[in-house]
């Protein structure tokens, strides 16, 4: 099971390297960073454990993390996301003084579950007298096993099975006991000691964030935390822009099937859900949108799309999206349901959005392989209740789509994403240990959100590559408005 | 001066009640309110002085008050703003058992600024032995009146002119300043009384909210107040959705000039600004978006406009707006170098966006009336650089013109942000006088908005009425998500 | 029931004059045909019957057709359609050298339907010895009014109603017998005498168009005529672009309801509809799609929009709008069937497309005037089958809402329309005695569209006023298509 | 250089078997004609050379044509658009009744231009004593092939180089006069005799479609045709429906660039452009249009896109696309003045739309190949103006990108012109020794296009699969409009 990239296929790397050449230019945000701070290093110590789907855009993020003096180990947190020539050209490096030797990568595309959590730990256990420093964290899979890691530490013990408060995790869970059932046997205090020496942590998604803010309610956090999700640069890009350029192509990718025309359930109309069904409109499909929130179903309903219920348009949809982060969303009996061929995917979080688990149960049911990532699912003829033969097509085995029948988001939006990965690293390393005015550590064990002048600065750095010239306030307007004339412009409340 | 709308046309009232009656279908969320509210009559002892656009859909308001058992007396917040049919029916009354006397309303369409200020000090002015004890409030005025009213009883004196600091609450504070000196004269502590009776404002607006932000930043807001404006149903809703409409809507009626094909240069992407895009690009437009911001300017272009400064475009632009809430956006300068015909109009707040002032000093300049709110300004021919005469076409001389040149926000919108209102105002009527756990009184001398959950409320109140169908969270699901089923679903930060 | 306006109330011909300069400016295609042929003056002896919508725009095509030469009289070509101010300036002239006298024109807002046949016959009947030698046409009235007096006097009578053939032409036509009836009595050989005259007749809309095929194929067409609805500047402009902007301009002034979030049923989906589902969209609507072609109706589903039948959708619409150019498309039992408040109208071509016979025939109804041209019927209860008493609201009495609730199309795509008119005319007058290559006369009594370079002709004079940068095909280009680098570029079945 | 998918790989076959599968419930045009005509076998006899796109979607169509009783050799129009696992399907055949033993195919991925021209012969080129009697061909190459060999047969020589005449069929001329110099020194009546046997040709494109109305107009066409491409279901469906889905889809999987925010220039907007611009801009990209015909341009401003010069807009734009079937449209000099990174694509027709031989001949010019159909070319330094290194993105080498980098137009799109080349085939088959009322040839040696029944019968054969309710005539409506109940229902010139 073990996997070393730095022996990998050279001409792998070179592809790939084309690649993080050409996406570059598209993330002028990382690039304004190295500018920024390349001299200045203030990442220099900085020993960072990266988790987080490990693409093209990803290698920029890690060749800026190094570029600021950082060492970085990564795994992808996803173990259908790695594109294999990214991981390859980050193993063996740029050959540019920047980038000499290559950084340690464990991810490759299609792990199981097993070599997925051995690949978690590998980036938190480092060679040396050092461990990790930093945690860059999406989903929160490496914060987890660090704070599980440290309390059965505790009670020197890893408990046979998921507890009732773990079960929320995922359904995964007992991979991760059996990992640390291993460390425990191995090592009795890794991640105790592991954890004393994190100064922090960043996190990119909902998913992970909601997890932090529980064990910071919980007074369970081990180190402080930089909310990257909830920068506007983040949540109203990557989640909302992202996902619009995604979507319909892990859709094309895996089906080829014609949007327009068709009727595609998109369920939740957050911030993804928004991007998702403008996305289908714009390629001519007709959106039907579910919401359980009175007011983001009022805001369907004003942006001109049905909002029903799953139950009553299940025999109209040829296409049916998740995008809630809650879970439960489809579920077997709902697709046993709908149309023959009717298409089911998640872009929302984590597999269990789609009852897979309940769809394998299905007597009778068969899965069949249409190409690695499509699966078609037959349900056997009913002849008691007269019903034919059917199919759905399910994508990705319910995991994202994007990551997994396409690239995920474009490089682009992931510049913004990464521009506060980035910032918020420098923020919590450097300030770590920094005190307040009021002679309190400025960061403490809880969980923060970047401060807004951060916010407009990671915008700002976007701007002039495609092309917008920004107007500058007069002094007399910023007094009027009462504001700086440089920003930040908008009250902590302003929802953009 | 006077007027007194009690023996107005009552043809005039009737065409009001007829359209009072079609907006009441169109306002579900006030007409739920009644249903809810209407025996237990929580407003029962509110005396409301509200300052808010006498329009037909103000009109349900002010029955959805009266109906839960206020006492009103009303103005228009805008001196173009009057619908006078919808006035005089509020005036006459309805005839039924909720509304059988009418409520004194001192607004009109076309007012001056003296008939203005007169009228807001009316809606303060209760006969009898009391005067109000709450303020519904669009823009502040009434509330800048009690404030200023006090300030200078205080010093026994009212100013020559505007302050340094007053400069900036408006352009017509001089006459302000008129009227209470009037006021001072009269009756020395008018103001101090009426403001000791106050329980508390709800205000409408992003200016007016600004206002009370800086009032009780300098500990001088006299009584709570709830910002009705950040509700999501208010802001995402009433700016976004109501522009889309109102918008087009007032270009339309002033000018039937085809939006198609046209270039639109939108000053400012907030909310409003997104909703004027929006609306301009469904009419075909080619929108181009001025911004200050660069979060926002980058989700314009993430949108798909062009992002430019108003210099760079002034000779492009066909139709100019702005929504921004700044002043000086528009300057003299930039409409002489507009092409010929070009429209020029405000749909953002006070008409100091645009430079009116500056207009009207333009040497050689003229103003002809096309009709009512609809003003050519001829430049004269400079031949000394080779310049044509030519004209720009101004709407509503500055001021809002979907007020100005159309009927404001529809009933639907409005009853999102009316809802919000009088919800808000039953909250501080009826807790005013509460203390909280810790024996603090609930509502301090600050600035609120409304928890989530009855800013949920408010858009649930608007579904069925558009076919929305509300999917329900299970147990489990809602445990997942760590909120109860019933709601509020997401966290205070969250941006919608 | 005479009427004159040349004693029109001066200070509304100002107001129209106003207009109609501001309407000058977006009509450069009217503007740059006076510039071109202001000098030859190819319209010179022409005397021109015009009956077509007395709007604004329509006074920039009469004084265009006068600056080229033409005599003029003129008639609008619906009762409601009429701007009086527009009709007023048209009476009284410019006072320019161009229009210096005024022009007769026998129009006025809300005319009955004597009056309306009434107008129409004052503009074939000339003062003088002679008559009109062109029709200027929309919806063929006076060429129907020439043909069936022709017919008549044939005979020697006019029948005593309506036969089984003209029964089509519309449910007016006992009105237009009457008149005729007295033509006859007065002058037998009125009519004949008339249509002698004539060189050929401009025909605007789909509807009159198809009466002049009819006429043609029956070898009945007593002149030729040229099809300017088939223009693609017309048809494609018109229909489409005309109807994106009006049809919400007459909802929003009809009612003032938001159109977000409503269901919005468009029956018919040619570019009438097209036009009306992008506008409503635009705003936020839910577009369902009624048609009876296939290829529209897979269009329809092509560009997002549900298609259904109109009885499956009646309880879920909030708004109706027919588009179809055919009759009985929304029917009395319909519109018993819809949603309380439901708002009805048309804006395909007559009043037969909504059954307002009908309706007006359903036992117990009433008819409750809101507003001029707005009227709610209110359907009584029916205890029988626990209905409610619930309304309608019905648009324009079931004519073109953009004409009877608001100002018709926007100047600019008139411009285009116009264009082709006065084009049109130009061809028929100086060409009409023409002989071809082969000694056939040019136009024989048929029905021509104009050929393609003359269509190309009346976008190119458009594009200079939006900003338009045409691309100019090189010769080596222009030989590899097969086609002349100035056009035409397509061939005539091309469908852009 | 030979080749034969009989010994394809078979789990290549079995993939492609499974993707069929799945269009061809995508695909209900075909797979009603299959049930309609599997019986009666209409194209039992007809011996089809098959040259269009080896596509999945193809082998649908092939194995359709069988279905129905024909043979059928194939080969792909383009040297990049097979999918080699539909090839390797359709030799080896699905094993079913209707398809028990495979068909030839003559196509695989990447072909270079000598074995391209070869596979097109090998499809005429029949084992035994029938050559193919019909031609079933996407942009002419067929039947260039054989109407060139006759040519050069009746001269008894192949000429040394393209002639004047010949060079505008492609640049890739040369080749066809080898394969016919090799075929005329082998069997110098070869050609002839094969032509003497074909009923008919069903073309698929526009440019097709030109050279056969050239041959047609020259009186050299050697049999019927019928141009599918100009049924309103091939035209505005395929060329607009198909391309705005994989245009994005082509672009995303050679680049991953985030279209949102993007300026991307479209060249062309006719449909092809139309679906184009449309696609982009829903993706939030920023369209500006490029046009030579003006009425098309004022579409596309009314549209709300900017419509300028090439030269204008070369410094600003991120992307360019042509849509012209033109040639010459983006030359070496425009590429030269492009951004860094600037992506260039075409998905017009051939690749003469961009100047690839000119970009090769720019001095110092390096061409990089970042993956398969993605190059970067890099322009060098140019000290002497000042100019940086910099480079633009090709895709597909200049041709049609929607084929090179992704698969094509999908499959329900492909359905509709597909149901239009079978119906076609049928016609031509069936009909072509039938003389009509008059006693002529039903179809002469001209191009026809199908009547429009036909047309509205592909329509209505897809109209079930995606939920549409078509509304039926009364026989009173049908009567009004003069049309048949059951259609066709719009004149030939209507546009749709």
Chains 1, 2, 3, 4 share one sequence.
């Not at 004393?196 to 996190?203: L, M, N, R, S, Y």
């Not at 350029?245 to 859900?273: E, F, M, Q, W």
């Not at 919401?291 to 799309?305: K, S, T, V």
């Not at 809630?324 to 872009?347: F, L, P, R, S």
Request: charged share 20%.
């Amino acid at each position: 099971m073990t996997f070393d990239f730095k022996v990998a296929d050279l001409s792998l790397a070179e592809a790939g390297r084309h690649q993080i050449r050409l996406a570059e230019h598209e993330m002028p945000g990382l690039m304004a960073l190295r500018r920024e701070f390349g001299d200045s290093q203030p990442l220099k110590g900085a020993r960072i454990a990266g988790s987080l789907h490990m693409t093209v855009q990803t290698a920029v993020l890690i060749e800026t993390l190094t570029a600021l003096g950082a060492e970085v180990r990564w795994a992808s947190c996803n173990i259908f996301s790695t594109q294999d020539e990214a991981a390859a050209a980050i193993v063996v490096g740029s050959g540019t003084a920047d980038q000499p030797a290559g950084v340690p990568v464990f991810a490759w595309k299609n792990e199981t579950l097993e070599e997925y959590w051995w690949t978690t730990t590998q980036i938190l256990s480092w060679p040396g007298e050092h461990g990790p420093n930093m945690i860059l964290d999406d989903g929160g899979d490496a914060t987890l096993l660090v704070h599980k890691g440290v309390e059965f530490e505790a009670v020197g013990e890893v408990p046979a099975g998921p507890s009732e408060d773990d079960i929320d995790y995922s359904h995964e869970f007992s991979v991760v006991l059996d990992v640390l059932r291993g460390t425990l046997a191995e090592d009795p205090q890794k991640w105790t000691r592991i954890a004393a020496d994190i100064k922090g942590v960043t996190e990119e998604t909902t998913t992970g964030v909601m997890r932090l803010y529980q064990l910071a309610q919980q007074d369970k956090l081990l180190f402080p935390a930089i909310n990257v999700n909830d920068s506007v640069t983040k949540s109203k890009f990557d989640n909302k822009y992202g996902i619009r350029h995604s979507l319909p192509d892990g859709l094309n990718r895996a089906t080829d099937v014609l949007i327009g025309g068709k009727v595609v359930v998109v369920c939740g109309y957050g911030d993804v859900g928004k991007g998702a069904a403008e996305a289908l409109r714009g390629q001519g499909g007709r959106v039907i949108v579910t919401e359980i929130d009175p007011i983001c179903a009022l805001q369907a309903a004003m942006d001109g799309y049905q909002v029903a219920r799953l139950e009553t348009v299940l025999a109209q949809g040829d296409i049916f999206i998740t995008t809630t982060g809650n879970k439960d969303v489809i579920m077997a009996h709902h697709m046993a349901g709908m149309k023959h061929q009717a298409i089911v995917g998640n872009i929302g979080h984590f597999d269990n959005e789609i009852d897979i688990a309940g769809l394998a149960k299905t007597p009778g049911i068969r899965k069949v392989e249409i190409k690695p990532q499509v699966h078609e699912w037959v349900f056997p003829a009913d002849e008691a209740n007269g019903l034919a033969e059917h199919t759905i097509i399910m994508l990705s085995e319910g995991r994202l789509l994007n990551l997994g029948n396409a690239t995920g988001h474009p490089s682009f939006v992931m510049s913004n994403s990464f521009a506060n990965q980035t910032i918020a690293q420098i923020e919590l390393f450097t300030k770590w240990n920094q005190n307040d005015l009021e002679g309190n550590r400025e960061y403490a064990n809880q969980v923060y959100v970047l401060p807004k002048i951060l916010d407009e600065k990671v915008a700002r750095l976007h701007l002039d590559a495609i092309g917008v010239e920004l107007t500058e306030l007069t002094k007399s307007q910023a007094e009027y408005l009462d504001v700086e004339a440089s920003g930040p412009y908008k009250s902590d409340h302003y929802r953009y």
